[in-house]
């Protein structure tokens, strides 16, 4: 990890506010992961909050991501 949690916060905090409730989602840079460290489609993300519950999403391919896309634009939710 570049940055610790502290310098994470310090870092986000210093162009957006952050209220209780907030999550600060992190990653590695592309240049350090290894190319098996992608993420492949049916791979699924998951994130918990104790005693709130757990949110888990299937990674899709790019396809598939364009047709979500493409559903929501087609939908009028940016109208």
Known sequence: MI????RQIEICSSFTRLDAG??????T????????AW??????VGVEIHRMGELCNPSADE????RVIQHIIDTAYFR
Do not use: E, Y
Not at 29 to 36: E, F, I, K, V
């Open 63 to 66: 396809t598939a991501q364009l």
């Open 39 to 44: 993420m492949k489609p049916g791979d699924v």
């Open 22 to 27: 907030d999550v600060i989602l992190n990653g």
């Open 3 to 6: 940055f610790d949690i502290a």
């Open 29 to 36: 840079h592309w240049r350090q992961a290894s190319a098996t």
